[in-house]
């Protein structure tokens, strides 16, 4: 057997490679094997250092955040403060128009981000703080109108109220190192998914019905009366019960880290 190099000894060391990586061969050992290495179509190439990483650092998700269903829920966020003051103003026939407009990016958004393949984690964001913000901008301005009754609109306010300081503290518990204020409202960094539980969604279209009744009712020419009165209490009740579905439901929140990987496009 010929002896080994000084390569094959010295620089082994020096690299502490592991023992299951095999050793360079000298150069006379590959002329030694050089028909073998032909016929199974090796090289006698020295090991690449760079290919060895140990310690490779994790690599930080990002996300595409400038969509088109974002932006229309976004342009329903900007529609509430005209909203408000129409309703505040008495023009219930300028609330019914935007309260019109917000129902259909709601339902386009949702279907553009499915369709197209647009979902994103700022969009289980905004998709409910649009909704919250148009609710909140109803129940105090109808409110304000003595068209919702004060202790609904209490209900109502204080648990969105909730809601809304769980996501600040979800948000800053599951955002990766560094946590800084710049990557805390740095939304291109998806920390964690917001998802309804199944009585939310319930509650969210029986306040936007009521929401909506209330807002048409001044331009009917009748009154509601005991109809309107009972689907108060019913989303007075289905407030309630949302609410305490986020506290006992173990998948209204996913970090994610615990998302499981989307398949490979072929």
């Not at 403060?81 to 386009?108: C, E, K, Q």
């Not at 901008?137 to 809304?164: C, E, F, H, K, Y």
């Not at 108060?232 to 949302?242: E, L, N």
């Amino acid at each position: 057997m010929y002896p080994r190099s000084t390569f094959e000894y010295g620089e082994k060391k020096r690299l502490r490679m592991p023992p299951s990586w095999s050793a360079v061969p000298a150069a006379h050992e590959c002329r030694h094997h050089k028909n073998h290495l032909q016929a199974t179509k090796q090289t006698c190439n020295p090991i690449h250092i760079h290919e060895y990483h140990p310690l490779r650092k994790k690599v930080t998700v990002r996300e595409n955040i400038y969509t088109l269903p974002n932006a229309l829920t976004v342009s329903r966020i900007l529609a509430c403060p005209v909203l408000g003051w129409s309703i505040l103003d008495g023009n219930f026939h300028l609330a019914t128009a935007l309260l019109v407009y917000a129902g259909l990016t709601d339902l386009a958004d949702g279907y553009l981000a499915r369709r197209f393949k647009m979902q994103s984690v700022l969009g289980t964001i905004l998709d409910p703080a649009a909704d919250k913000t148009l609710m909140t901008t109803l129940t105090v301005t109808l409110a304000m109108q003595n068209q919702l009754p004060i202790p609904l609109a209490v209900i109502i306010l204080g648990r969105d109220l909730l809601l809304s300081l769980s996501a600040f503290y979800i948000r800053y518990t599951s955002l990766p190192e560094p946590k800084n204020f710049s990557r805390y409202w740095d939304f291109s960094l998806p920390s964690a998914e917001i998802r309804p539980t199944g009585i939310s969604k319930v509650n969210t279209a029986l306040q936007l019905a009521l929401m909506g009744i209330t807002t048409v009712h001044p331009l009917l020419p009748f009154e509601l009366g005991l109809s309107l009165t009972g689907l108060q209490w019913t989303v007075a009740t289905t407030t309630i019960w949302s609410g305490l579905s986020y506290v006992f439901s173990k998948d209204a929140v996913r970090l994610v880290s615990e998302r499981p990987p989307k398949p490979p496009s072929i």
